[in-house]
């Protein structure tokens, strides 16, 4: 029931900043997820959803999308990432790590998470782990063999909204780079 006393809650949006890959690092990506033995019960996240996080922002109201969007168009720059080590986390969570630390994409990421922070908006005080996710409830999955590294040419980074339910799914709302 609506509480008349009170304004109603303005839609939001569930946005988070990512490197989206082209469609050859998504095959490249696809290449590494398919080289694991999943186990049964094992959630795949879907080719079209596979990308680097670069902050979680979390929900936004919907009217304040344009204004984030702007505050977050920032040069990308252009670096490589090179990726080839796969990893099992805690909680079954199946991840591709970089091979390397890059100084780049630690520049990328402090300053998104300035931009983030002058519009008021929420960062995380944990460290930063850059990784690529195949799969939650994969605990026992284990690589058939190993593929070879991949390297992602980094031109653009992204805004990009979750979408709840049936139908849902991610949707680029802004590029930048």
Known sequence: MIDPGRPPTPPRARLFLALWPT???RGKLLAWRDAFDWPPGSALVAP???HLTLHFI?????ERIDEVAEGLALATGSFELGFGRAELWPGGIAVLRPLAGSDALLALH?????ALRALDLPTEARPYRPHVTFARKAAGAALRFEPEPLRWRVRSHALVESRPGRGGGYVVLRRYG
Not at 58 to 62: A, E, N, Q
């Open 48 to 50: 079209e959803k596979l």
């Open 23 to 25: 469609p050859a690092v």
């Open 110 to 114: 402090r300053r998104l998470g300035e």
């Open 58 to 62: 979390g929900p936004v109201v919907r």
